[in-house]
């Protein structure tokens, strides 16, 4: 299957995605994108039916968490390419290109001893730029389904593992296109092009539509952009904040809402799901992007971590929320989490 000419089809084309999607465009310029993630989520959260955030838990868990990981973030390097710096550049921009897929995991072949989906892709990817080199735009734009069944060492006879693939293709694809058309082929110049900026990066990002998580929830216009924000904040790590890792702005991103975050709060006890919401979760039903329950649990994770940071300011401690999100998305690595079932959603977001 090749998605390269069908990328209309998936959802977020539809004109009422586009009209809110404006809007975005519209903070961008005024440099509120991630105030407008907050502020829509903060409001997501006031209304939500089906995710609570138990507020008078806040203080118990902000000193039972191990903050220390979360001042430091460090690049596993055993599982991403992390040597040539031009080369590493490209791999983290491919990356996390195609860092979703989340809701077809349990269907891929997974690298031996790995129970991962995300190590998975991020470790084959590494392997690949080491055969085969860095990739270049023109390859990007001709990737097929086929080719990245290869790459991720997936069974292209697999209907669940290939339409996984294929939206692989046509985000690769749409990639190389945008670089080709826009920075000469170069992700150099695609980062310079950002100044230094996490808000201009992800300004250049939503250009493709794969990066647009946004939605409407009743009357509000939530925005949640995961990736559109983690490339920055991969870059920022892999980088150790120098180079083409420098952000001056780092600081006000928002935690990289997906299934796993809101998975680590909600066993903790700092988020509550309604019953049938957790009835769901539990039989593995898929929960549909976009639907009421799937943009609490991230609107609400979004929420709670802003809390958790603000409760961490009242105490003197001043962390970020990419800090956060680095140290609850590696806790939910542990059996504790990994052993019970996270919701699970299928699209081009998480």
């Known amino acids: 299957m090749n998605l390269r000419c069908t990328m209309a089809a998936w959802p977020f084309a539809l004109s009422r995605r586009q009209r809110i999607f404006s809007r975005v465009t519209e903070n961008l310029m005024q440099n509120r994108l991630f105030s407008t993630v907050r502020e829509s989520c903060a409001k997501v959260a006031e209304r939500a039916r089906y995710v609570k955030i138990d507020r008078q838990f806040l203080s ?3 000193r039972s968490l191990p903050v220390s990981e979360a001042l430091n973030p460090v690049m596993d390097t055993e599982n991403h390419f992390c040597e040539d710096p031009e080369t590493m550049l490209v791999y983290f921009l491919v990356l996390d290109c195609i860092n979703f897929g989340s809701g077809w995991f349990s269907s891929l072949n997974l ?4 129970n991962n989906g995300y190590f998975t892709i991020a470790s084959r990817l590494k392997n690949d730029f080491i055969a085969r080199g860095c990739y270049q735009a023109r390859f990007l734009q001709k990737i097929t389904a086929e ?3 290869l790459i991720f060492k997936q069974d292209k006879n697999s209907a669940e593992a290939g339409a996984l693939m294929a939206y692989f293709a046509a985000a690769l694809n749409a990639f190389g296109d945008f670089l080709t058309a826009e920075f000469a ?7 310079a092009a950002a100044g230094c900026s996490a808000a201009a990066l992800a300004e250049i990002l939503l250009k493709m539509p794969f990066y647009r998580d946004c939605f409407l929830y009743e009357d509000i216009e939530v925005f949640l952009l995961k990736r559109a924000q983690i490339t920055a904040s991969d870059l920022h790590i892999a980088f150790s904040g120098q ?3 420098r952000f001056d702005d780092i600081g006000e991103l928002t935690i990289f809402a997906d299934n796993l975050v809101p998975h680590v709060l909600q066993v903790d006890g700092l988020l509550t799901y309604e019953k049938s919401l957790a009835e769901r979760i539990s039989a593995g039903i898929h929960l549909e992007s976009g639907s009421a329950e799937e943009i609490e649990l991230r609107a609400c994770s979004v929420h709670a ?9 009242a105490n003197g ?3 970020t929320s990419q800090g956060l999100d680095y140290l609850l998305w590696n806790r939910g690595l542990a059996l504790e989490y990994c052993s019970r079932p996270s919701h699970v959603t299928r699209c081009v977001y998480y």
């Open 243 to 245: 180079s083409y890792g």
């Open 317 to 319: 401690v001043k962390i």
């Open 60 to 62: 118990d868990y902000a």
């Open 305 to 313: 971590v802003e809390l958790l940071r603000g409760e961490y300011a």
């Open 111 to 114: 690298e031996s001893g790995m």
């Open 185 to 191: 082929g170069s992700c150099s110049r695609l980062v």
């Open 147 to 149: 080719d990245c069944s």
